[in-house]
């Protein structure tokens, strides 16, 4: 199967606009499906297993979000290393 010039010029301005728009780790924030992916665990293991441990790092709701909790990212994966 091959493809079209016009659809590889769109998947590559695509992948790199992804690339530019990255936020630097010492500062994003993640939510349950980014730890999930991150530990390669289900969603429902990070929700009632370590979200619930009271060593995870602390969550955060952000303002005017209702249930979207997140967490600073580089707190995971210092916690996953055991470096809290």
């Keep these: 199967m091959s493809m079209k ?3 590889l010029e769109h998947m590559t301005d695509a ?4 690339l530019r728009t990255q936020v ?3 500062v994003d924030l993640w ?3 980014e730890i999930a992916a991150y530990l390669k665990v289900s969603r429902r293991t990070v929700a009632e297993r370590y979200a ?3 060593d995870f790092p602390k969550c ?3 303002p005017g979000e209702k249930g979207q909790l997140r967490w600073k990212a580089k707190e995971i994966m210092a916690w996953a290393e055991g470096k809290d």
């Design 24 to 26: 630097p780790i010492e």
């Design 15 to 18: 992948i790199i606009k992804a």
């Design 60 to 62: 955060y709701r952000l």
């Design 52 to 54: 619930a441990r009271p």
């Design 31 to 33: 939510g349950p499906d």
């Design 5 to 7: 010039k016009e659809d």
